[in-house]
T-cell receptor, first 111, second 120 residues
Framework: DVKVTQSSRYLVKRTGEKVFLECVQDMDHENMFWYRQDPGLGLRLIYF???????EKGDIPEGYSVSREKKERFSLILESASTNQTSMYLCASTLTGDEQYFGPGTRLTVT | AQKVTQAQTEISVVEKEDVTLDCVYE???????LFWYKQPPSGELVFLIR??????QNEISGRYSWNFQKSTSSFNFTITASQVVDSAVYFC?????????????????FGQGTILTVHP
């Protein structure tokens, strides 16, 4: 059974804190993605990675960075959390051209 | 640039009604994939269908059917005899075609989503 897991379902952080969101997949997929989901805006791509240590910016990378040291793990980092980063964060992985498999999401609140 | 538009923000129907969710896309790629995902209240996106750009055959899966028309750049989704369990947010998405190197990373561009509520 394919699986994408995310480290937390709910997270509350203070403005200015450094935040790590972790994503792990067990399907040996090359491609991994981080999206944020906001009402009325759908899912927007923050960053993606097509191989270990390789990353590319998505549509809204400002304020975020990523790390992929191992194939199965893709981390999203908020260097200094701000209230406008309060959102639902979704991780996904895929083989090229195949469907994307999504994790359960992390609902982050920055106060 | 790719774009997906789901013009219906919210739809409300009564159980057993048929409902169609619209999806219109824009792309310059000749090879691409179209997807529909369902997001129930639990939050996890569930894959429903993938259609490649060369296959315009309509597809039916139980109460679900999809109508892909390249001439109008549309990929609409119909639920027949809707049920309360169909209540969810539905997303249409478009994946990029192959780049100049002949590969694709599978990046998706999502529509804004349609909130479907089915009342008993």
């Amino acid at each position: 059974d394919v699986k994408v897991t995310q480290s937390s379902r709910y997270l509350v952080k203070r403005t200015g804190e450094k935040v790590f969101l972790e994503c792990v997949q067990d399907m040996d997929h090359e491609n991994m993605f981080w999206y944020r989901q906001d009402p009325g805006l759908g899912l927007r791509l923050i960053y993606f990675s097509y191989d270990v240590k390789m990353k590319e910016k998505g549509d809204i990378p400002e304020g975020y960075s990523v790390s992929r040291e191992k194939k199965e793990r893709f981390s999203l980092i908020l260097e200094s959390a701000s209230t406008n980063q309060t959102s639902m964060y979704l991780c996904a992985s895929t083989l090229t051209g195949d469907e994307q498999y999504f994790g359960p999401g992390t609902r982050l609140t920055v106060t | 640039a790719q774009k997906v538009t789901q013009a219906q923000t919210e739809i409300s129907v009564v159980e057993k009604e048929d409902v169609t969710l619209d999806c219109v896309y824009e792309t310059r790629d000749t090879t691409y994939y179209l997807f529909w995902y369902k997001q129930p209240p639990s939050g996890e996106l569930v894959f429903l269908i993938r259609r490649n750009s060369f296959d315009e055959q309509n597809e039916i899966s139980g109460r679900y059917s999809w109508n892909f028309q390249k001439s109008t750049s549309s990929f609409n989704f119909t639920i027949t005899a809707s049920q309360v369990v169909d209540s969810a947010v539905y997303f249409c998405a478009l994946s990029e075609g192959e780049n100049a190197g002949g590969t694709s990373y599978g990046k998706l561009t999502f529509g804004q989503g349609t909130i479907l509520t089915v009342h008993p």
